[in-house]
């Protein structure tokens, strides 16, 4: 299958988004920010990206890797914020080259299979 990278600061989220996807058949590297992400080998076919994050922020960590990896598939996932909506990051996420966003906590089903969707 593919190699995917679970782009997120919760190390809870990062391990169960790997559990799912390694037991769905793909290979899967973490990172627990966007600096991070963008150091990442081999390259991935496709991120799951949180939106809010220390050091670099998903809406830059989406630049960054599609800048670095132009074929790379992104998917954004957040749950929000004190004062901001998931809905509204996920929309900016997608304006700036998320190719789908999924709101936390994410459905293990429908995360499956979006990457499925995203890899065909």
């Known amino acids: 299958m593919a190699h995917v990278l679970v782009v997120d600061d919760d190390p809870l989220f990062r391990e169960i988004v790997r ?3 390694v037991q769905a058949g793909h290979e899967v590297s973490q990172a627990e920010n966007g ?3 963008t150091k990442v080998l ?3 076919a496709l991120a799951v990206v949180d939106m809010l994050m220390p050091e670099r922020d998903g809406i830059e960590t989406i630049r960054d890797l599609r ?3 132009p074929g790379v598939k992104l998917i954004a996932v957040s749950g929000g914020s004190k004062g901001l909506q998931p ?3 996920l929309r900016a996420a997608q304006a700036m080259g ?3 966003a999924l709101q936390k906590p994410v459905d293990h089903g429908a995360l499956v299979k979006l990457v499925a969707t995203l890899l065909a």
């Open 67 to 69: 800048g670095r990896w």
């Open 98 to 100: 998320a190719d789908a």
């Open 19 to 21: 559990e799912v996807l």
């Open 35 to 37: 600096v991070v992400a």
């Open 87 to 89: 809905s509204l990051l």
């Open 42 to 44: 081999p390259v991935p």
